[in-house]
């Protein structure tokens, strides 16, 4: 089976979902969506375990890089006062490596909120699918008891009234027959009455994870702009603790990071799996799950013309009950009212409950077609494949750029705040200019944009 008819597989559903899978042993895996199966469980978490290479990777990088850095420094000549050479670009280079940091910021924002856009609108189509099938199962409830209420009530007594007539008790008779096997056809149509799986409960389930999901990426997002920029401060104003502690709060969020990478691989690889052919999996699902037959199923998730209305001979059966009764109790109109009068009341009570019947019949003849519920259907593929998938490849993407940009960043503070020049002790009691770093003696001011490490003045 392939994709509804309101749907298409997106090209990123297409070229991540050919992207090849191995369990633990390296043994292919299909690409079939089968998350109960160990061996693609697996795979989604070898997927997850590649970020964890790479944090590793860059974690040895850094440390050997430091290591080289610390250990193999060339020694500076006695009394020397001019910064060593490259310094300028250890610091430009660091800043450049924020700035990418910050554009991943941006596109992380926009990822995260395209995430919650899809997921919302899975959401919505759920909760408008429960509504569908509540109001199926409203009506049929309703409609039932009014014709149970017509049958107990105004059918009896017009059985009494018109008890002197044979024919037209067996009239009388015959109606009620047709209304009870209307109830009983409309019984049957409330085809989500009493199954455990509740539209409602999944869409509230989904919003409460989505929920928090949403909040720990702006948290991680906002983290690491708060990183970047006190990075950048501590870099202009030279102050050595500040770059420091922000140099300790770079590990932190290059590892987390690299964690929601994986995790955001695996979940991405995963949904294209599931977006590449979503039928058969939601078919199978909701068939364990609520026990419904397949000609329903099939009716509703495909909706074509290839598969019939598993519910047509029960309209139609009721659609000729109800023009039976009406058929019916005009006869009686005609025949019994003028002879009894007494009958007028019952019969125009009876009228008035069938043509709210044919009513609410119409009502449901709506609701049971297949095009609202496979509608919800295709909006819940589309927010999920479309809007939540590219969200994904938004903030996978972020993930990237903010690894890569803070293990340039870890590689280049060290050296950077090595050039930052000596505090004069003097200038603990300035008072003035506490928070200004200080210029090493005998030199000018610098301009304001020689204010980095390494920057030299042309002579004048």
Same mark, same amino acid.
């Given at each position: 089976?392939?994709?509804?008819?309101?749907?298409?597989?997106?090209?990123?559903?297409?070229?991540?979902?050919?992207?090849?899978?191995?369990?633990?042993?390296?043994?292919?895996?299909?690409?079939?969506?089968?998350?109960?199966?160990?061996?693609?469980?697996?795979?989604?978490?070898?997927?997850?375990?590649?970020?964890?290479?790479?944090?590793?990777?860059?974690?040895?990088?850094?440390?050997?890089?430091?290591?080289?850095?610390?250990?193999?420094?060339?020694?500076?000549?006695? =009394?020397? +006062?001019?910064?060593?050479?490259?310094?300028?670009?250890?610091?430009?280079?660091? *800043?450049?490596?924020?700035?990418?940091?910050?554009?991943? *910021?941006?596109?992380?924002?926009?990822?995260?909120?395209?995430?919650?856009?899809?997921?919302?609108?899975?959401?919505?189509?759920?909760?408008?699918?429960?509504?569908?099938?509540?109001?199926?199962?409203?009506? #049929?409830?309703?409609?039932?008891?009014?014709?149970?209420?017509?049958?107990?009530?105004?059918?009896?007594?017009?059985?009494?009234?018109?008890?002197?007539?044979?024919?037209? #008790?067996?009239?009388?008779? =015959?109606?009620?027959?047709?209304?009870?096997?209307?109830?009983?056809?409309?019984?049957?149509?409330?085809?989500?009455? =009493?199954?455990?799986?509740?539209?409602?409960?999944?869409?509230?389930?989904?919003?409460?994870?989505?929920?928090?999901?949403?909040?720990?990426?702006?948290?991680?997002?906002?983290?690491?702009?708060? #990183?970047?920029?006190?990075?950048?401060?501590?870099?202009? +104003?030279?102050? +050595?603790?500040?770059?420091?502690?922000?140099?300790?709060?770079?590990?932190?969020?290059?590892?987390?990071?690299?964690?929601?990478? =994986?995790?955001?691989?695996?979940?991405?690889?995963?949904?294209?799996?599931?977006?590449?052919?979503?039928?058969?999996? *939601?078919?199978?699902?909701?068939?364990?799950?609520?026990?419904?037959?397949?000609?329903?199923?099939?009716?509703?998730?495909?909706?074509?013309?290839? #598969?019939?209305?598993?519910?047509?001979?029960?309209?139609?059966?009721?659609?000729?009950?109800?023009?039976? *009764?009406?058929?019916?109790?005009?006869?009686?109109?005609?025949?019994?009212?003028?002879?009894?009068?007494?009958?007028?009341?019952?019969?125009?009570?009876?009228?008035?409950?069938?043509?709210?019947?044919?009513?609410?019949?119409?009502?449901?003849?709506?609701?049971?077609?297949?095009?609202?519920?496979? +509608?919800?259907?295709?909006?819940?593929?589309?927010?999920?494949?479309?809007?939540?998938?590219?969200?994904?490849?938004?903030?996978?993407?972020?993930?990237?750029?903010?690894?890569?940009?803070?293990?340039?960043?870890?590689?280049?503070?060290?050296?950077?705040?090595?050039?930052?020049?000596?505090?004069?002790?003097?200038?603990?009691?300035?008072?003035?200019?506490?928070?200004?770093?200080?210029?090493?003696?005998?030199?000018?001011?610098?301009?304001?944009?020689?204010?980095?490490?390494?920057?030299?003045?042309?002579?004048?």
């Amino acid at each position: 089976m392939g994709a509804p008819p309101g749907y298409r597989p997106s090209a990123w559903v297409h070229l991540l979902h050919q992207l090849p899978r191995a369990d633990f042993q390296l043994r292919p895996v299909p690409s079939g969506f089968a998350p109960q199966e160990q061996e693609y469980q697996q795979a989604l978490l070898l997927v997850a375990a590649l970020a964890g290479l790479g944090l590793g990777l860059s974690l040895i990088f850094i440390t050997v890089y430091l290591i080289r850095f610390c250990c193999c420094r060339p020694l500076e000549p006695p =009394g020397s +006062k001019s910064p060593p050479p490259g310094g300028g670009c250890v610091t430009w280079s660091c *800043i450049a490596a924020l700035l990418v940091g910050c554009v991943g *910021i941006g596109i992380g924002f926009y990822g995260n909120s395209e995430t919650s856009d899809g997921v919302s609108q899975l959401s919505s189509a759920l909760l408008h699918a429960n509504h569908t099938l509540s109001a199926i199962d409203h009506l #049929v409830l309703e409609t039932v008891e009014s014709l149970g209420e017509a049958v107990r009530t105004e059918l009896t007594t017009l059985e009494e009234v018109l008890a002197q007539r044979t024919e037209l #008790v067996a009239a009388t008779r =015959g109606a009620r027959r047709q209304a009870e096997a209307v109830a009983q056809q409309l019984q049957g149509l409330a085809f989500w009455q =009493g199954v455990p799986l509740s539209p409602l409960q999944v869409a509230e389930d989904v919003s409460f994870v989505e929920e928090y999901r949403w909040l720990a990426y702006v948290l991680l997002l906002l983290l690491e702009l708060l #990183v970047c920029l006190f990075t950048l401060l501590g870099l202009a +104003k030279q102050s +050595k603790w500040l770059v420091i502690v922000m140099t300790v709060m770079s590990l932190l969020v290059l590892v987390l990071s690299w964690g929601s990478m =994986g995790l955001e691989a695996a979940t991405a690889v995963g949904l294209s799996d599931f977006c590449s052919s979503p039928d058969t999996y *939601i078919l199978n699902l909701t068939q364990e799950e609520t026990g419904l037959g397949s000609d329903i199923l099939n009716y509703y998730f495909l909706c074509n013309q290839a #598969v019939s209305n598993p519910f047509q001979q029960r309209l139609t059966l009721s659609q000729r009950a109800l023009a039976n *009764i009406h058929s019916q109790l005009q006869g009686l109109q005609r025949e019994a009212v003028p002879q009894f009068p007494s009958a007028q009341k019952s019969l125009l009570s009876l009228e008035e409950t069938l043509n709210v019947t044919e009513g609410n019949f119409h009502q449901l003849v709506a609701l049971l077609h297949c095009r609202s519920l496979h +509608k919800d259907y295709s909006a819940a593929l589309r927010g999920l494949c479309e809007d939540a998938l590219e969200g994904l490849l938004f903030l996978l993407l972020f993930s990237l750029l903010s690894a890569g940009a803070l293990a340039t960043a870890l590689c280049s503070l060290p050296r950077a705040w090595a050039l930052f020049p000596p505090r004069n002790p003097s200038a603990l009691y300035s008072g003035s200019r506490l928070s200004e770093p200080l210029l090493p003696a005998r030199l000018e001011p610098a301009s304001p944009l020689c204010s980095f490490p390494g920057c030299r003045r042309r002579p004048h």
